[in-house]
C-alpha cells in the first residue's frame, strides 16, 4: 500500500477531487496547509505599507492506495492539478507498513 | 416675557442625531477593531467601550459643566460647580425652545468618541487599567476645557445684555469649527502622537507583518462612522432648518470625494484601489469638512474632500519615516485631517454658505486664516503638552504598557482573559472536549476537574 499525498492551489481542489472520483477512489484525506516553493510568496499593500507574505495557501490531499494503482493515480492528480503556472504544487507517495479501518478492524488491503 | 414653546422638530433632531452619534463609538470599535491583529481585537474595541461607560457618568457629574457653564474668566473654563451632577437642568425651562437635556446628550457623545479616536495610536500594547484613568484625567483636564474654547457660545438677550460667557475660540477669536476639527479631531489626533511617543513601538514594529486581521469590520465600522456623522455635523446646527440641510450634503460629498482621493493615490502609488484605503478615505474625508461644513459650497466641499484624500493618504506613511508607531494612523488622519479642514476654511469659506464668512480665495482676505489657524495651533500644542504630561506620569507610576511577553503573546488574553474568535479549530475548544467537563468558573476550586476526570 502507499499514501499518495498532493499539495495542491486552493481553487484547484474541485477538478482533482472530481477526476480522482471517476477514477474510483472511495475516500480521501484534505487538509489546509501553507507553504512555499520556487513561487515563494506575495506582497500585500496596507495603507501604502508593503508586506510580504512568505507562506501560500495551499490545500494537502491524502489518498492511501493499492501498490498497482499509485502510480495511475498521480498520473491523474498531476494531471487534474496542472494549470502550468507557478504554484502547482507537487505530488509523492511513501510506503505504508499497516492499515486498519477503525469500526470493523479490518487490516491491510481490506481497509483500503 | 411669555413663555416659549418647546420646538419639537428641532428636539426631535438634537435627540436623534445625539443617538446618531452614539453609534460612532461602537461604529469605531469595529473600524480599528478589524485593523489589528486576531490576537488584540477584544482590547481594541474594549478602548472605545471603556471610553462610553466612563466619560458619560463623568460628562454628568461635571463635565457638561467645565464645559458648557458660564465662562470662569478669559474664556478658558466654564464654571465646573454651576451645573455639576446636572443640576437645574431637568425642569422646562420657560424660555428655551430646546431643553437643556437635549444639548447635554448630544455634546456628551462628543466627549466620548473624542477619547475613543486616541485609542488607535496605542493599539496593541497598552494597560486597560491605565487606558481607563487616563480616559477620565484627559477629559477632565483636556477636552471638557477645550470643548469650552471651542463650542460654548456667548449668549445674550434682547436687551443685549450677556447672559452667558462663553469660551474664547468662539467667541473672542471667531474661529469657525463647526463641529470640532480642532476641539475633537486635532485634539485626539495629537494627544494619540503623544501617547505613541510615551508607550513607544510595539514589540517587532516594522520587522513583522502587522496587517489588518478583518477588513470586512474595517468596512462596516467605516459605514457606521459615515452614517452616525450626519448627526455629528448635520446635529451641530442644534436645529432642523437650512443650516442642518447645507451642511448633511457637504458631509456627503466631501466624503465621497475624499475616499475617491485616497483610492486613486493608491491606484497611481501601488497600483491597487484598497478596501482599507476606501475605509480610511471616507474616515480622512469626514474628519476634514467636520470644522468647515457650515462654511463652504458644496463645490467647496468637494474640494476639501479631494484634498483630504490625497493629504492623509501620503500623511498615513509618515510614521515609518519618522520612527513613531501611531499604530492605526490617528495623527495621519485625525490631525492632518483636522488640521487640514479647518485651515480649508481660511481659503474656502463662501458668504453664500451658512455661516457668512469670505475666505481668502472668496476675497475675504486672510482675516479668517489668521483665525483658524491660531485656533488649530492653540489647541494643538495644548493638548500635545498635557497628553504627554499624563501619559510621562502614568508611565512612571502605575505603568501603561504590558508585559513585552504578553503583548508578543497577544493583550486579549493578558489583560481581559478572553479571545476574540472561536472557530472551531483543534486549539479552540480543546481542553472542554477532552476533559467532558463543563467550562470551569474562575472561583472554584483549582482541583475540581482532576477530580471529575480521575
Partial sequence: MKLVTAIIKPHMLDEVKTALESFGIEGMTVSEASGFGRQRGHTEVYRGAEYTVDLVPKVRLEVLVDDEDAKDIIDVLVKSARTGRIGDGKVWSVPVDDLVRVRTGERGLDAL | ????????????????????????????????????????????????????????????????????????????????????????????????????????????????????????????????????????????????????????????????????????????????????????????????????????????????????????????????????????????????????????????????????????????????????????????????????????????????????????????GLKYKLGYDDSLDVVGVHLVGGLWGTLAIGFLATEEAPAGVNGLFYGGGVDQLWRQAVGAFAVLLYSLVLTLIIGFVLQKTIGFRIDEEDEMAGIDNAEHAETGYDLGNLTSSLRGALTGTAPRRADEDHNHDEEVTA
Fill in chain 2, 1 to 316: 416675557m411669555t413663555p416659549l414653546e418647546i420646538d419639537t422638530g428641532n428636539t426631535a433632531w438634537i435627540l436623534t442625531s445625539a443617538s446618531l452619534v452614539l453609534l460612532m463609538t461602537p461604529g469605531l470599535a469595529l473600524f480599528y477593531g478589524g485593523m489589528v491583529r486576531a490576537k488584540s481585537v477584544l482590547n481594541m474595541m474594549m478602548m472605545s467601550f471603556g471610553a462610553l461607560a466612563l466619560i458619560s457618568v463623568l460628562w454628568v457629574l461635571y463635565g457638561y459643566s467645565m464645559a458648557f457653564g458660564n465662562d470662569i474668566g478669559a474664556g478658558v473654563l466654564g464654571d465646573p460647580l454651576e451645573y455639576i451632577g446636572l443640576k437645574g437642568l431637568m425642569t422646562d425651562d420657560p424660555e428655551a425652545t430646546l431643553p437643556a437635556m437635549a444639548f447635554v446628550g448630544f455634546q456628551a457623545v462628543f466627549a466620548i468618541i473624542t477619547v475613543a479616536l486616541i485609542s488607535g495610536a496605542i493599539a496593541d500594547r497598552a494597560k486597560f487599567s491605565t487606558w481607563m484613568i487616563f480616559s477620565g484625567i484627559w477629559a477632565s483636564i483636556v477636552y471638557f476645557p477645550v470643548a469650552h474654547w471651542v463650542f460654548d457660545f456667548t449668549l445674550t438677550d434682547d436687551a443685549g445684555t450677556v447672559t452667558h460667557t462663553g469660551g474664547w475660540i468662539a467667541n473672542n477669536l471667531a474661529a469657525i469649527d463647526f463641529a470640532g476639527g480642532t476641539a475633537v479631531h486635532i485634539n485626539a489626533g495629537v494627544a494619540g502622537l503623544a501617547l505613541a511617543l510615551v508607550l513607544g513601538k510595539r514589540v517587532g514594529w516594522r520587522r513583522d507583518p502587522m496587517r489588518p486581521h478583518n477588513l470586512t469590520l474595517v468596512m462596516i465600522g467605516a459605514g457606521l462612522l459615515w452614517f452616525g456623522w450626519f448627526g455629528f455635523n448635520a446635529g451641530s446646527a442644534v436645529a432642523a432648518n437650512n443650516t442642518a440641510s447645507v451642511v448633511w450634503v457637504n458631509t456627503l460629498v466631501a466624503t465621497g470625494a475624499a475616499a475617491l482621493a485616497w483610492l486613486l493615490t493608491e491606484k497611481f502609488r501601488d497600483g491597487h484601489p484598497t478596501s482599507l484605503g476606501a475605509a480610511s478615505g471616507v474616515v480622512a474625508g469626514l474628519v476634514a469638512i467636520t470644522p468647515s461644513c457650515s462654511a463652504v459650497s458644496p463645490i467647496g466641499a468637494i474640494l476639501i474632500g479631494l484634498v483630504a484624500g490625497v493629504l492623509c493618504a501620503l500623511a498615513v
